[in-house]
């Protein structure tokens, strides 16, 4: 199959001229990528059951593994819900269009080849204006998980997209890098209390202001029970992974209580930290101790040839003497830690690594999202320091 490839000019204001044969395309069965403020999706007719097929089998996707419907307004929800219950109508109301996916129960309109097998949707409004634009020219709901090839990180740009599905799709929409660069937030509404199946850019702090009760499904925090079906997209145990073996290094509260008594072994290194970084000091000794161990493991495995990248931080970039580092962002921006995660884990499968080592981040906010894709990625390989 050739994959055709579409340019978008002004991505604020995309003419319908552009994207009319990608929402013919969709309309017809076929399966387009976007971009979307998210990630790139990879679109199918969300209401054809062959179409869905078609999405798993671009992706080497399991068929249990929901799809997401994106429409462009809210009159396009009804249909494919039995109900829309009270959450539903409040976060609609509150983060649509926006990087937030609801789950609902189904109608009879959408199959069960689009939902897994399960009796609820989820769907999603998105905020981009190519993505909201060609939902409505195609005029049905769009399914679209991440356009990428199953379990691998997912796409922020259209070169990404084209890496894993050049000649598996009819057509590329390339409308730029995405703004976010995490997938968005799933929280099912079908239940008495929300849940948040999937954190991501509307976090549990913003979606606790807005309805009060929420709470956490247990995946989010550990790998899921082996065979469990998964409830919503990114459920799996291992999810948005590099071909190299990943692995994130946390520190210990023991260990960090040990350094700071008087006679231990970094204790000179400590005590100057302490009065010389002021209010961050206890991250700043945390980061010091997090980069001195990876140096140490990652110069023992580059002594047996293996290369090893190291996922570091603008203000823990001198810190490293080991192994091909690459920033992810700043520590006092997640938002920029987010925007560049999938592209670092990428450009670390194109240097062709053998093993990765990540630093941890603080899991509140957006941290929660970060570590979440973060852990995922590693298959919640942990090196305790």
């Not at 976007?34 to 097929?53: R, S, W």
């Not at 090893?308 to 006092?332: H, L, P, Q």
Request: glycine letters at 10%; charged letters at 25%; proline letters at 6%.
């Amino acid at each position: 199959m050739d994959t055709e490839r579409i340019v978008i000019k002004d991505v604020q204001n995309p003419k319908d001229s552009e994207l009319i044969k990608a929402a013919q395309i969709l309309r017809e069965g076929g399966l387009v990528a976007f971009p979307t403020e998210t990630v790139y999706g990879l679109g199918g007719n969300a209401l054809d059951e062959q179409a869905a097929k078609k999405i798993y089998r671009a992706k080497g996707r399991p068929s249990d593994n929901p799809l997401i419907a994106h429409i462009s307004c809210m009159e396009e929800l009804e249909p494919l819900v039995r109900e829309i219950p009270k959450a539903g109508r409040i976060l609609a109301e509150r983060y649509w269009p926006g990087p937030l996916t609801m789950i609902f129960p189904k109608s009879s309109l959408v199959p069960y080849g689009t939902t897994g097998g399960l009796d609820t949707v989820a769907v999603r409004m998105p905020k981009d204006r190519v993505a909201n634009r060609l939902i409505r020219l195609a005029g049905v709901p769009v399914a679209a998980p991440s356009a990428n090839t199953s379990g691998r990180p997912s796409p922020t740009t259209a070169d990404h997209v084209w890496q894993d599905l050049e000649g598996k799709i009819e057509m590329v929409v390339d409308g730029g890098p995405v703004g976010i660069g995490l997938e968005s937030t799933i929280v099912d509404v079908s239940s008495p209390v929300p849940v948040i199946l999937r954190p991501g850019a509307i976090t549990q702090e913003m979606l606790g202001q807005v309805l009060g009760q929420i709470s956490l499904d247990p995946a989010i925090s550990g790998p899921g029970q082996e065979g469990l079906r998964p409830r919503a997209p990114g459920m799996k145990y291992k999810h948005y992974a590099p071909r190299a073996e990943m692995t994130l290094v946390e520190v210990k509260e023991e260990t960090m209580e040990q350094l700071y008594r008087p006679g231990s072994f970094l204790h000179g290194q400590v005590s100057r930290m302490m009065t010389e970084s002021g209010r961050n000091w206890k991250m700043k000794i945390e980061i010091f101790y997090m980069a001195w161990k990876v140096n140490e493991a990652a110069a023992q495995m580059e002594k047996t040839g293996a290369r090893v990248g190291v996922i570091c931080t603008e203000e823990t970039m001198d810190e490293y003497t080991a192994g091909i580092k690459r920033s992810i962002g700043r520590r006092d921006s997640e938002v920029s830690v987010a925007h560049n995660l999938y592209g670092v884990l990428r450009e670390f499968d194109d240097l062709g690594v053998d093993f990765i080592y990540a630093e941890s981040f603080s899991e509140t906010h957006l941290g929660n999202a970060i570590m979440n894709r973060l852990n995922k990625a590693a298959g919640y390989r942990i090196l305790w320091v």
